[in-house]
Nanobody, 113 residues
Framework: QVQLVESGGGLVQPGGSLRLSCAAS????????MGWYRQTPGKERELVAE???????NYADSVKGRFTISRDIAKNTVALQMNTLKPEDTAIYYC???????WGQGTQVTVSS
């Protein structure tokens, strides 16, 4: 059983930055791709950014140029650097191990003045 714990969420003003981190209880990131998803009430969970096993990254159009996903295999962590945040980025953010059942518990990000 793999546990994922997200951290780094909070309240930030528009234009600000946050860095989310996801820590895994086991060395899993070097065997699987990783993704960050987000969800708002009444909407389906959507992919924000993903990092494949080969190191390539993919981003939702809405966050391209503002968000960056990165992984530290030695520390079993994956991070999401979020810059130039907008109110529409407000959501609960989840990390996920690709092609598995493993999800984090989520961390709230609120962008508001």
């Amino acid at each position: 059983q793999v546990q994922l714990v997200e951290s780094g969420g909070g309240l930030v003003q528009p234009g600000g930055s946050l860095r989310l981190s996801c820590a895994a209880s086991q060395s899993i990131f070097n065997f699987h791709g990783m993704g960050w998803y987000r969800q708002t009430p009444g909407k389906e969970r959507e992919l924000v950014a993903e990092s494949s096993r080969d190191g390539t990254s993919n981003y939702a159009d809405s966050v391209k140029g503002r968000f960056t996903i990165s992984r530290d295999i030695a520390k079993n962590t994956v991070a999401l650097q979020m810059n130039t945040l907008k109110p529409e980025d407000t959501a609960i953010y989840y990390c996920h191990v690709a092609r598995t059942i493993y999800w984090g518990q989520g961390t709230q990000v609120t962008v508001s003045s």
